[in-house]
């Protein structure tokens, strides 16, 4: 059996985190291994858990989503980090990039995007949300 991809998870909205854990942890390759409300309690416990992924809310209070991922790339995490965001917004798709993330979705995406998109940032791979690609490519 391979191991699970162990998932961290930070969204400043406990339901749609509760939502996401479930659906997470229904998967059988996957586990959700934490998770906090804010992107300070991010930064501490994905360095003290070590997940594979940490899928971070851009909108957080205390840390952003991209302040957090500055944080933990600065302490040397080996987490990859999938940026999860409502906002189709180029200016934070490219610094989300910029900054080391592995990938961008929109809160909007089908629950089997978010899957793949996890499952693809495991494997090594950058995963942008569709809709956002024309962002770079235009550019």
Do not use: C, W
């Amino acid at each position: 059996m391979t191991p699970r991809i162990r998932v961290f998870l930070a969204d400043d909205h406990a339901v749609l985190r509760a939502g996401l854990k479930m659906l997470i942890d229904a998967q059988p390759d996957m586990k959700v291994v934490g998770e906090a409300e804010d992107g300070e309690e991010a930064v501490e416990r994905v360095v003290s858990l070590k997940p594979d992924i940490a899928l971070l809310d851009v909108n957080m209070p205390k840390l952003d989503g991209l302040e957090a991922l500055r944080r933990l790339k600065a302490a040397s995490s080996q987490a990859k980090v999938l940026i999860l965001s409502m906002y189709d917004d180029e200016g934070y798709l490219r610094r989300a990039l910029e900054t080391g993330a592995s990938g961008y979705i929109l809160k909007k995406a089908a629950d089997s995007e978010l899957m793949a998109a996890l499952r693809a940032v495991a494997r090594g791979e950058v995963y942008i949300y569709p809709s956002l690609t024309h962002l770079l490519v235009n550019r």
